[in-house]
């Protein structure tokens, strides 16, 4: 069974970047569309980018596009967010999420991801 773990969460003040990663184990996520999701305290969870399994077609939510980026590494089993000109409002929990039926295609629905990590804390202040 594919776990992912995410890490590089942490404190950043605004302007600055955090690079987001999510390592895969117990098997290959390199057939996968995965991404990015974030909560806010008191907030829905949202999509914040998502790439199909070959890096080729990304999505990035208005929000965020033009700041942050999407990228993957399927010989490290590993996805990344890049996040750059962090803002206050950026605060959230970031999880990652593989979408194992999808035949590698990118999807902005949560219930077409399957397997999720715990989630890394990104805190940006002022």
């Known amino acids: 069974q594919v776990q992912l773990v995410e890490s590089g969460g942490g404190l950043a003040q605004a302007g600055g970047s955090l690079t987001l990663s999510c390592a895969a184990s117990?098997?290959?996520?390199?057939?996968?569309?995965m991404g990015w999701i974030r909560r806010a305290p008191g907030k829905d969870r949202e999509f914040v980018a998502v790439i199909n399994w070959s890096g080729s077609s990304t999505y990035i939510t208005d929000r965020v596009k033009g700041r942050f980026t999407i990228s993957r590494d399927n010989a490290k089993e590993t996805v990344y967010l890049h996040m750059n000109s962090l803002k206050p409002e950026d605060t959230a929990t970031y999880y990652c999420?593989?979408?194992?039926?999808?035949?590698?295609?990118?999807?902005?629905?949560?219930?077409?991801?399957?397997?999720w990590g715990q989630g890394t804390q990104v805190t940006v202040s002022t």
């Open positions: 999420a593989a979408a194992t039926q999808t035949n590698g295609g990118w999807r902005t629905r949560f219930d077409s991801y399957e397997i």
């Open positions: 117990g098997g290959t996520i390199s057939r996968y569309a």
